[in-house]
Structures are given as structure tokens and as C-alpha cells.
């Protein structure tokens, strides 16, 4: 059953009776009622006379196949979603589907029942979210006829109705933001669905979307900005849903000739999937352009300097960061200090020496453990060190020379010397050290 009491209608396609058995068996736990039909043209038909709100296909079947059916459904039932069950060898009709159909999912068989139970959830889930943003522009739509019908008594009450006109924009600038919020989180739920893509360790979305949300949130960016930049974030690696599995478990660097010709090209194929949305429209040439460089030697556009949106400078910082600490840069993963340090190293080349430096300061002296959330970890300056605390973190300093290792145990004498080397060498330093160390140190002095 639906959120409101309204039965959930699937319509299962496939020419072989075996598959939708198998179907049948998968879902029979769950709260849907099932249809079935073993042919387009039997589809189409049930769909005239029926309700549904989903339809999972076959690619090949004879007669119709899977991307035509679904590309016929697209242009008569736009609301009902689409999802095909594809074999590895169907890409062209896979591809069709994508383009034509305008499909949510396409799934490989044999598929996993765990798997294709969640799909269907989140497919479901991201209906809905469309049905409320739609419902929440009429309501939008239903207002602004309303303000157009007082518009025409103005003249004759601007006086007595201007509290009660600022009240209406109020409401119609509140159904706009909520509009925008629900696409936002339908990006997310989608999202969700890119993960399953890849191994756990390469899930990188929420992690790149908690870092661009932190800097826009600390650095006050433009709220419209803000929002196309996190559903950019959010569905930065669409593009690369129609890769082979060997390109997501290879480090980009190590790509060569076919390889790494298609893996410059998931940004822009990642925005060209985004076109049909005209919400995300802004959020698509964010993730067209994240992989441009400063110096003007990046791809697909061989942009430079600020010529490149402000959402793309950021975005590739955050992916950067995240991307080098999971090994999927380079032959290695390497540790967040570390990757700091190379992303700082490559101001001025790579990135935008401004934004850089903001984002460096946000990851650490700011809100260290964005990407890695530790809350066993605060950050502390030299002044408020006590013997005994034990350091969580490398300390490095302005130069790159390691000054302290983690694990080191402070004391009296080496929080001294900090002090003097702060003084000396006109820096600030931060340390980071374990929640757990600092209460113990304060029940110790309070005993």
C-alpha cells in the first residue's frame, strides 16, 4: 500500500513465463499487487485499463522489445516509472532505454532478489517525491492565480491589503524553496542507487556531499548555489553507470588509450542524462565541468581559471579529496593529511588558489573530520594542550615537515617547545587529539 492507503499497481513484462514466476516469487512478500503480460502490446493494453505506478521489463523480447515498450510508456504515462531487466549484452537497448525511455534503473540478469527488492523501494520512493513536488507546484501555480486575482484589487486597497499581499509572497516564496528541497532530495535517494554500483569502499557520494554542504553552509554561499551544487554532489558519478566493472576498480591515473578516453567522458555524460530535468539543469553543468583544471588543461571543455563555474572548482576539490583517500586516483590510498597536502601542493595548477585555501582551512583547522566523521576527535590549539593528551592525528608544519607522529603522548616539555616553535616561525597550529584522552585528563585533575 502507498503512503495514502492507495494499493501500490507493478506490471511485470517478459515473453517467458519462467522469468515472471521467478518475479512473482521475489515480490510475493511485499505489498504490491502484481500484473502480468507477456508481451509489449499486451502491456500497452493493461496499462490503458489499469493504474500503474511501476513497470519492470525485458530488454529482448520478440515483436516490442523492453526500450521500445518503455520509451512508449515514457511518452503516454510519464508518471509511471520504468526499470529494465537487461542482460550484459544488450547495451544498445540499454542505451536506448536511457535516452528514449528515460528509464530510473536497469538492472542485469541474473539479478540479485535483495537488490531488485530495493530498487523497486527506492524507485517508489523517488515516485513519490516527484508526486509531492508536483503537488506542491500546482499549490504554487493555484497561489500565483490567487495573488493575480488581488493584483486586480490593489489600486482601490493598497493600503489595508499590504500586510495580507507580503503574507501571500511569503507563502509562495516557502512553496518555492520547498519545491526546490524536494529535488534535492531526490537527487539523494537517487544517489543511494548510484552507490549499489560500486564496492562499499568507492562509495564516495555521501561523503563528497557532506563536505560541498559544510562549505557552502561555513562559507555563506549563495542558497540557489548552494542547492545545485549539492544535487551535483549528489549525482556527480552518474556518468558512470554504463561502465565496465574493471574501470571503477582501476585508479584513473592507470587508465590508458580506450579506458582512459571513457573516463573523461562520465562527466559529460553525466550531464547529458541530467538535460530532461530542468530543475537540475544548473546542477548538470556543475558536474560537466568538475573535472576542468585551473590551468586550463582539464576535460571535456579545456576551461580555465574562472571560467569554470564556481560549483565546479569546489566540487572537484571535495572529490579529489575524497577520491585519493579511497585509491581511486592513484596506485594507492593515501591518508587524509596526506591528501590534503597534495590537494594543497596543487593549488594554482589543478585548482583555484582561493577556493583551495578555503576548503583546506574548512578540513582542517574548521571542521576536521568532515570527510572521515570521527566524533571521538576535537581539534585543540597549543595554548589549550595538557600533558598526557595523545595526538590522533600527524602534525605537520606549514612546509610539510612532519613535526609530530599520532599516537605521540604530550607532555609538559614538548607543549613548551610547541609554543616556542609557534612563536618563532609566525604560525598557528592545530592539534588534534581523542575525545576519550581529553575527559580523562579532566576527571584526573578534578580527582
Known sequence: MGSNGVPINILLVDDEDNILQSLRRVLRSEPYRLFFAGSGEVALQQLESVHIDLVISDARMPGMDGATLLCQIQKRWPNCMRILLTGYTDLASTIKAINEGEIYRYISKPWDDEELRLVIRQALAFQHAERERL???????????????????????????????????????????????????????????IAQRVSKERQTNAQVLLLVKAYAQHYKLDPILSGDLAMAAALYNLGKLTWDDHLFSTPSDLLYKEDRERYRQYPETGESLLLALEPIQNAGLIIRNHQERWDGQGYPDRLAGENIPLGSRILRLAVDFIELQRGMILDRKLSRDVALLLVKKHAGRLYDPAVCELFVELCTTLAPDLALADNTIISLDVRRLEPGMVLARNLYADNGMLLLNEGKQLTRALIDKLAVFEASEGARYTLFVRMSEVKSEATTGVS
Open 135 to 193: 503537488r506542491l507546484e500546482a499549490l504554487t501555480q493555484e497561489q500565483n492565480r490567487q495573488l493575480q486575482e488581488l493584483n486586480g484589487f490593489l489600486e482601490q486597497r493598497v493600503t489595508a491589503r499590504t500586510a495580507e499581499l507580503q503574507q501571500t509572497a511569503d507563502m509562495l516564496d516557502l512553496a518555492y524553496e520547498e519545491l526546490r528541497k524536494s529535488y534535492v532530495t531526490a537527487t539523494e535517494v537517487f544517489a543511494s542507487l
